[in-house]
């Protein structure tokens, strides 16, 4: 297979639109929740700088939830056009999970947010807010089932193979949304998305609290992101080690790969850095390693002695096992690419945690703002804001930038952790199942993949413009001001009481 075979393009054109749209998927997982909760404040207190906030961070939600349906979209036309083989072979068990996120979660979000767009004026408060978190739940169900989707990719559980067709057919739906890896797996990007959410307010209410902009809103909402960053660090870090388990018992093979760990050890070291041979799997070796003693067997079994499986042993397992049933050459993974995607998915998603932590713990010991700072949304120069009102010294440098430089840490530890998940699984499309150059459509030329994936990148430049525009704009343009009707939402429907079991809809066709 050359370098520019069909299924090679294939992959990289998967690879670019997924990772690119899931660039979207965390925030809006996340957003939707705490959008809802600022809300929610805002209907039990009654304090205006809990409205103007929810405005403020709904209007980016908006943004990344219409980017994100239309890269989905996108990322869908590859099953029929690059994976027609993989589609006819899986449609049975892959596409009822898709129905269900499509048929259930994705319309019953989409209703919802249309009643929080236009019902601002038109709703009851508490209404209204509820619209939000059943938009907040409607993500959660989306996520949950392409999740699901995804881990019986990783771990084929609940069907049966036709030996007629040749294809997969579903047996145990529920199986298939309930097994360990699919749990486990949710768990831990649900977890990531709200770590994401946090890093993305609290970079943007630093931007503008370090200029003395909307001081009041910018202020609740940095105290909410450090929160959201640091639970959902602390989350992040189990779920991944629930999930790490898992992935050694079920894909022995993308776990050694991705501690580099050519021969069988017990106790094993865990790798903080490698550099070695990715020769012939006889010969592989590492050069240069640092390790930390029994650290590995302990990540896999909960114990700092037994013994876990490496590369070679591996390789010779699934080739006694597979060998007469597939052809395949190699039963490795790119070895540095699943070695150092692991590395960065972490380094990069508990730097993130640790920003949060220490934000959390300096504005607890009131290193923050003096007293004496107004909270007026009037321009302050940044100077004076420094000296004259006495922002505090640990948060007027270092912590400050490296809040703006957080807003993006997440995002680059969820891509790596796609990239690690899906190259990690190689030579498979589905593990044990289905190899991946089994998957490709066969009438596919290396010029129309070639075409297609020139398009989709293209088009992806054209609205990661579009995006990054969009969001500086509101951006910069801060919490919005109340008019009478968005501080005085009516309390009637239709000229009835809200609470009135007799009154008609306020929306009907």
């Given at each position: 297979?050359?370098?520019?075979?069909?299924?090679?393009?294939?992959?990289w054109?998967f690879?670019?639109?997924?990772v690119?749209?899931?660039?979207?998927?965390?925030?809006?997982?996340?957003?939707?929740?705490?959008?809802?909760?600022?809300?929610?404040?805002?209907?039990?207190?009654?304090k205006?700088k809990?409205?103007?906030a929810?405005?403020?961070?709904?209007?980016?939600?908006l943004?990344?939830?219409?980017?994100?349906?239309?890269?989905?979209?996108?990322?869908?036309?590859?099953?029929?056009?690059n994976?027609?083989?993989?589609?006819?072979?899986?449609?049975?068990?892959?596409?009822?999970?898709?129905?269900?996120?499509?048929?259930?979660?994705f319309?019953?979000?989409?209703?919802?947010?249309?009643?929080?767009?236009?019902g601002?004026?038109?709703?009851?408060?508490?209404?209204?807010?509820?619209?939000?978190?059943m938009?907040?739940?409607?993500?959660v169900?989306s996520a949950?089932?392409?999740?699901?989707?995804?881990?019986?990719?990783?771990?084929?559980?609940?069907?049966?193979?036709?030996?007629?067709?040749g294809?997969a057919?579903?047996t145990?739906?529920?199986?298939?949304?309930?097994?360990?890896?699919?749990?486990?797996q949710?768990?831990?990007?649900?977890?990531?998305?709200?770590?994401?959410?946090g890093?993305?307010?609290?970079?943007?209410?630093?931007?503008?609290?370090?200029?003395?902009?909307?001081?009041a809103?910018?202020?609740s909402?940095?105290?909410l992101?450090?929160?959201?960053?640091?639970?959902?660090?602390?989350l992040?870090?189990?779920?991944?080690?629930?999930?790490?388990?898992?992935?050694?018992?079920?894909?022995?093979?993308?776990?050694?790969?991705a501690?580099?760990?050519?021969?069988?050890?017990?106790?094993?070291?865990?790798?903080?850095?490698a550099?070695?041979?990715?020769?012939?799997?006889?010969?592989?070796?590492?050069?240069?390693?640092?390790?930390?003693?029994?650290?590995?067997?302990?990540?896999?079994?909960?114990?700092?002695?037994?013994?876990?499986?490496g590369?070679?042993?591996?390789?010779?397992?699934?080739r006694?096992?597979?060998?007469?049933?597939?052809?395949?050459a190699?039963?490795?993974?790119?070895?540095?690419?699943?070695?150092?995607?692991f590395?960065w998915?972490?380094?990069?998603?508990?730097?993130?945690?640790?920003?949060?932590?220490?934000?959390?713990?300096?504005?607890?010991?009131?290193l923050w703002?003096?007293?004496?700072?107004?909270?007026?949304?009037e321009?302050?120069p940044r100077?004076?804001?420094?000296?004259?009102?006495?922002?505090?010294?640990?948060?007027?440098?270092?912590y400050?930038?490296?809040?703006?430089?957080?807003?993006?840490?997440?995002?680059?530890?969820n891509s790596?952790?796609?990239?690690?998940?899906?190259?990690?699984?190689?030579?498979?499309?589905?593990?044990?199942?289905?190899?991946t150059?089994?998957?490709?459509?066969?009438?596919?030329?290396?010029?129309?993949?070639?075409?297609?994936?020139?398009?989709?990148?293209?088009?992806y430049?054209?609205?990661?413009?579009?995006?990054?525009?969009?969001?500086?704009?509101?951006?910069?343009?801060?919490?919005?001001?109340?008019?009478?009707?968005?501080?005085?939402?009516?309390t009637?429907?239709g000229?009835?009481?809200?609470?009135?079991?007799?009154?008609?809809m306020?929306?009907?066709?």
């Amino acid at each position: 297979m050359t370098a520019l075979a069909p299924e090679t393009l294939a992959r990289w054109q998967f690879g670019v639109t997924t990772v690119y749209h899931f660039l979207f998927v965390p925030l809006t997982i996340s957003l939707a929740s705490l959008v809802a909760g600022l809300e929610t404040a805002w209907v039990r207190t009654g304090k205006e700088k809990y409205l103007r906030a929810a405005k403020f961070w709904g209007k980016l939600f908006l943004i990344n939830i219409a980017m994100g349906v239309v890269t989905g979209i996108l990322q869908e036309f590859q099953f029929g056009m690059n994976w027609s083989d993989y589609s006819r072979f899986v449609g049975d068990v892959f596409g009822a999970p898709l129905a269900f996120e499509a048929l259930i979660a994705f319309f019953f979000e989409s209703t919802f947010i249309g009643l929080w767009i236009f019902g601002w004026d038109k709703l009851p408060k508490r209404i209204h807010a509820a619209c939000m978190w059943m938009v907040a739940v409607g993500t959660v169900l989306s996520a949950y089932f392409i999740l699901a989707a995804n881990s019986w990719m990783q771990h084929p559980v609940g069907y049966r193979m036709n030996p007629s067709s040749g294809r997969a057919e579903l047996t145990d739906f529920v199986r298939v949304l309930t097994q360990n890896t699919a749990v486990a797996q949710f768990a831990h990007t649900l977890a990531a998305a709200f770590l994401t959410g946090g890093a993305f307010m609290v970079g943007i209410a630093a931007y503008h609290l370090m200029r003395g902009r909307h001081v009041a809103v910018m202020r609740s909402s940095l105290r909410l992101g450090l929160v959201t960053m640091a639970l959902a660090g602390v989350l992040t870090a189990v779920t991944g080690d629930r999930l790490g388990k898992i992935m050694y018992d079920q894909q022995p093979m993308k776990m050694a790969a991705a501690e580099a760990l050519w021969e069988t050890k017990g106790p094993a070291p865990f790798s903080l850095f490698a550099y070695g041979d990715v020769g012939p799997p006889k010969t592989g070796h590492n050069k240069v390693a640092v390790e930390i003693p029994g650290l590995l067997s302990f990540l896999a079994h909960d114990n700092f002695s037994e013994p876990v499986p490496g590369i070679k042993d591996t390789e010779d397992a699934l080739r006694e096992k597979y060998g007469d049933k597939f052809d395949i050459a190699d039963y490795r993974p790119n070895i540095p690419l699943a070695y150092w995607s692991f590395r960065w998915m972490i380094g990069f998603g508990m730097s993130s945690f640790a920003l949060g932590a220490a934000g959390l713990y300096l504005t607890r010991r009131r290193l923050w703002l003096s007293p004496r700072l107004r909270t007026s949304d009037e321009e302050v120069p940044r100077l004076a804001l420094t000296r004259e009102r006495e922002l505090g010294p640990a948060l007027t440098g270092w912590y400050w930038r490296l809040a703006l430089l957080t807003l993006a840490f997440p995002l680059i530890a969820n891509s790596w952790g796609w990239i690690f998940t899906e190259t990690g699984r190689q030579p498979w499309v589905v593990y044990g199942v289905l190899p991946t150059a089994a998957g490709v459509s066969p009438s596919v030329s290396q010029a129309e993949v070639v075409t297609s994936m020139s398009v989709f990148i293209a088009l992806y430049a054209v609205l990661a413009v579009i995006e990054v525009k969009l969001l500086a704009k509101y951006v910069k343009a801060g919490p919005p001001e109340l008019t009478d009707s968005d501080l005085n939402p009516p309390t009637r429907i239709g000229g009835h009481d809200a609470d009135d079991p007799d009154r008609p809809m306020a929306f009907s066709y």
